[in-house]
């Protein structure tokens, strides 16, 4: 079986990492486009293995159009082999315009998944009833004010360590200000 080695997007060169990556003359111009030229003089020389990790492993703080570059690079990779695959096994053209499609990505990421701990996080918890501890009892209060109104009330109830109701009570407060005082 005869194996083409020459680049699917180009024609010109064997296929290699490196080439399908970084070098061949319809990938290179979207590193430009994202960059890439800002952080690293030596990024079209490297060794292939140097390059992707160096690249992948920088720190969040190495922006390039405000977004951490680790993030841009590693989408680029992704969307470049998934580029590739598209025109080998589906026929598809180049994407013009896939320097956009991975900043936007990069950005998605960056602000869905790396920041969720500055953020208010929802947390959803089914809230119930829970018995006691058995031989104890439970006794539960809750209240309302209806401050336009001036009037609140309250109640509340004990029940036993199996749910069972043992005493309850409610009280109306006309003047609400005695409960706000
Ligand atoms: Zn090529």
Not at 91 to 114: D, H, L, R, W
Not at 128 to 157: H, R, Y
């Amino acid at each position: 079986m005869a194996l083409d080695i020459l680049c699917p997007l180009c024609l010109e060169h064997p296929e290699s990492i490196s080439h399908a990556l970084r070098d061949c003359r319809l990938v290179k111009p979207v590193w430009h486009q994202l960059g890439s030229h800002h952080l690293n003089t030596n990024f079209f020389s490297q060794d292939v293995n140097l390059w992707l990790s160096s690249n992948a492993c920088l720190k969040s703080s190495h922006t390039v159009k405000g977004i951490p570059w680790f993030s841009l690079f590693s989408f680029a990779i992704w969307a470049l082999w998934k580029q590739r695959n598209q025109v080998v096994f589906n026929n598809k053209g180049v994407n013009p315009n896939i320097s956009n499609v991975i900043c936007m990505q990069a950005m998605e990421f960056v602000y869905c998944v790396t920041q969720p701990r500055c953020r208010n996080r929802m947390i959803v918890r089914q809230i119930k009833w829970e018995k006691p501890d058995m031989g104890w009892v439970k006794l539960n209060t809750d209240g309302a004010a209806d401050v336009a109104a001036g009037s609140a009330g309250g109640g509340g109830l004990i029940r036993d360590d199996q749910g069972n109701w043992i005493i309850g009570f409610t009280r109306k407060i006309e003047n609400s200000q005695q409960l706000l005082g």
